[in-house]
Every structure is written in structure tokens, then in C-alpha cells.
């Protein structure tokens, strides 16, 4: 009895992972990450193109934050069903520079998640300040639902 039981439990998982993983990570719309930013990722084109908007919740400069504008590319040579992507935001309120990438995923619940490292580049007034214009960190954004 339990040889059968194990055989039907390893069975029925076989059948239901690959819906799992089928499931479409789509990085248009709205995301929320960790430290409370949100972005607004519009439609990718054809090529992978994509604008759109960040509202950061953290900064490091006392001016007054800003929605900044996104750039981006989402890789369409393997048209996978959790796509990596990668963009920049060039920051409104200050002199800096950010670049993320990342992928698209689902998790096991279903719910998709945008996984991303970043890189943000201060401007220097020389060179040898240069050590110190650079941060690296990482987020992870949810999807927003829509407010109907």
C-alpha cells in the first residue's frame, strides 16, 4: 500500500509541475520592491524595448525625489517564459545613474517576482573620487494589483 501511495504522489507531481513552470512571468505593469519603490513597466515591443517610470522610496541626496524615467530591454533571443531583462533609470532629482537586471520569475504560488541586481553611479568632482561612486545592491519587486 504505501509503494502505491509513494508511486501516485510522484505521479501526480510529475503532472502538475510542468503547468507550474508554464506559467508567463509578463514584466508589463505595475511592481513594488523591498524598500517600498515602485515602477511602471509599459508594453515590450518586438525587438524586447520597453519605458517606463521609477518613484524611488530611499535616496541619499537631501533633494526632493522625484518620478524618474526607465529605460529597458527584456531578452527576446529565448522566448522563455520567465525572460531576462535589464534597464536604466536616469534619476530626475540627482546626478546619478542606475542600472538594474534581472529576471522574471513565478514563484511556486504562482505569483510572478522580478529578481534584480543594480548598480548606481554617483558623479565625482575627480578622479580621485572615483572609489567611491559606485553602489551595488539587489531587489526584488512584486506585482501591484490593480486598484478596480
Known sequence: ???VTAF????SLALVTPGLSARQCTLTGRWKN?????????AVNEEGKFNGSYHTAVTATTNKIKESPLRGYQNSMNQTSQPTFG????WSFSDSVTVFTGQCFVDENGKEVLKTMW????????????????MVGTNVF?????QE
Open 119 to 134: 548598480l548606481l553611479r554617483s558623479q565625482m568632482d575627480n578622479i580621485e573620487d572615483d572609489w567611491k561612486a559606485t
Open 8 to 11: 501516485l504522489l510522484m505521479l
Open 87 to 90: 534597464f536604466t533609470v536616469n
Open 142 to 146: 512584486v506585482r501591484l494589483q490593480s
Open 1 to 3: 500500500m504505501v509503494q
Open 34 to 42: 523591498d524598500l517600498g519603490s515602485n515602477m511602471t513597466i509599459g
